[in-house]
């Protein structure tokens, strides 16, 4: 029996896929951020504009949500939307003269980065558990440089320190940080 399709009268097939409602789709975007933002950082990197590749991106997935079909592979559809923002991005971009990655190595990144998912996830716990280890003052410098976003001198002034020390000790705390993470990786224990 055939089920009557509201939009266009015809007839629905039994074989209609399931269209994911909004709040799964919503759940699935949560879910996914911080792989998408990594994903777009990793194809951008260094370049101030990966954050408004990423909304563009959750715009695009948001508007699309209509495409995506439930039990396929959300993070696959995630990253091919977000290659494409970033495809665009750069084709807007193509007179600014700063260096971009090759083709050929854009797409091995761009074929290899999803399926080292899990990578992401247990890097970020391994990150959180390395920073609530360090000293407080190291871990103010690095939420300062890092998730505020704030001019380095800015924070020298405040902690009566130079700009040049804080960057000697911003280079120490990142060797750290690095240590420690692959070591938590390793072994499950964060020790910077």
Known sequence: MEIPDSENGGPRGPSAPDVAPDSEIVALLTDHQVAIRLYVHSLMPGDSSALDVVQQTNATLWQKRGDFELGTN??????????????????????????????????????????RSGDFDSRREALAACLAKLK????????????????????????GRSVGGLKVTLHRIRNALQKCIQQNLLTGEARP
Do not use: C, G, M, T
């Open 136 to 159: 407080d003052s190291d871990r103010n410098l690095i939420v300062h440089r890092y998730f505020k976003r704030a001019p380095l001198a800015e924070y020298a002034e405040q902690v």
């Open 74 to 115: 959300f993070k696959a559809w995630a990253f091919s939307i977000a290659r494409y923002e970033v495809l665009n991005y750069r084709k807007r971009q193509a007179r600014d003269a700063r260096l971009v990655f090759n083709e050929d190595l854009e797409n091995v990144i761009a074929e290899e980065l999803p399926n």
